[in-house]
């Protein structure tokens, strides 16, 4: 399994697309800028199979509609809530961004704790909720990586703030996810640097 990171020109967020070397599918998990997003798949001939969304707040959908465009028999993974989220303009937040935004593709699957993804032979993501920086927040985690969206951002404390943000619930999120990884276990944020955990600060 391979995993490229691209940082977005919104609020720099992580943008991460993961491929297998013996398909030619690819994920992307958190679509920011498409177009360095595109380019890759293209240079690697992958076709994209599925977006998976960590949470529904703008900097980390807006790519969604370009990548759809392009691939329509894509799939969207999203929790109940986020998806409501993706669209409404207002619930994820681009209203305030002076660029209304919502997604226009249909092939849309909810997931929650109890879904696993098959991503490819053998290869299951699960899905792991984690409410507190949004009401919508997912954990997703496959062979010793975990993409944690702004759930759990090491070195930075958890932002609550913002509509349906909890800081206990946040607390309780970042606890679930440290106990179920492993000191190797790679993390991958939706904000700042990869780590391992046994590396990274938690604040
Ligand atoms: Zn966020």
């Given at each position: 399994m391979q995993v490229e990171r691209f940082v977005n020109s919104i609020l720099g967020s992580n943008t991460y697309v993961i491929s297998f070397e013996e398909s030619n599918t690819a994920w992307c998990i958190d679509p920011g800028d498409s177009r360095p997003i595109l380019d890759w798949l293209a240079d690697n001939h992958k076709v994209l199979c599925g977006i998976l969304v960590t949470h529904a707040h703008f900097d980390h959908i807006y790519g969604i509609n370009d990548l759809t465009n392009q691939f329509p028999e894509a799939t969207i993974y999203v929790s109940e809530y986020g998806k409501e989220c993706l669209q409404n303009a207002k619930l994820n937040g681009s209203l305030y961004h002076e660029m209304p935004f919502v997604v226009r593709h249909n092939k849309i699957e909810v997931v929650n704790e109890n879904v696993s993804i098959e991503m490819s032979d053998n290869q299951v993501m699960q899905v792991w909720e984690t409410p507190g920086?949004?009401?919508d927040s997912l954990t997703f985690y496959i062979e010793e990586q975990v993409f944690t969206g702004d759930a759990f951002i090491p070195g930075i404390k958890t932002r609550t703030?913002?509509?349906?943000?909890d800081k206990e619930q946040a607390a309780r999120s970042i606890q679930k996810i440290l106990s179920r990884i492993n000191d190797s276990t790679v993390i991958y944020p939706g904000h700042k640097e990869i780590c391992y955990k046994k590396e990274c600060e938690i604040v």
């Amino acid at each position: 399994m391979q995993v490229e990171r691209f940082v977005n020109s919104i609020l720099g967020s992580n943008t991460y697309v993961i491929s297998f070397e013996e398909s030619n599918t690819a994920w992307c998990i958190d679509p920011g800028d498409s177009r360095p997003i595109l380019d890759w798949l293209a240079d690697n001939h992958k076709v994209l199979c599925g977006i998976l969304v960590t949470h529904a707040h703008f900097d980390h959908i807006y790519g969604i509609n370009d990548l759809t465009n392009q691939f329509p028999e894509a799939t969207i993974y999203v929790s109940e809530y986020g998806k409501e989220c993706l669209q409404n303009a207002k619930l994820n937040g681009s209203l305030y961004h002076e660029m209304p935004f919502v997604v226009r593709h249909n092939k849309i699957e909810v997931v929650n704790e109890n879904v696993s993804i098959e991503m490819s032979d053998n290869q299951v993501m699960q899905v792991w909720e984690t409410p507190g920086h949004s009401r919508d927040s997912l954990t997703f985690y496959i062979e010793e990586q975990v993409f944690t969206g702004d759930a759990f951002i090491p070195g930075i404390k958890t932002r609550t703030v913002f509509k349906g943000g909890d800081k206990e619930q946040a607390a309780r999120s970042i606890q679930k996810i440290l106990s179920r990884i492993n000191d190797s276990t790679v993390i991958y944020p939706g904000h700042k640097e990869i780590c391992y955990k046994k590396e990274c600060e938690i604040v």
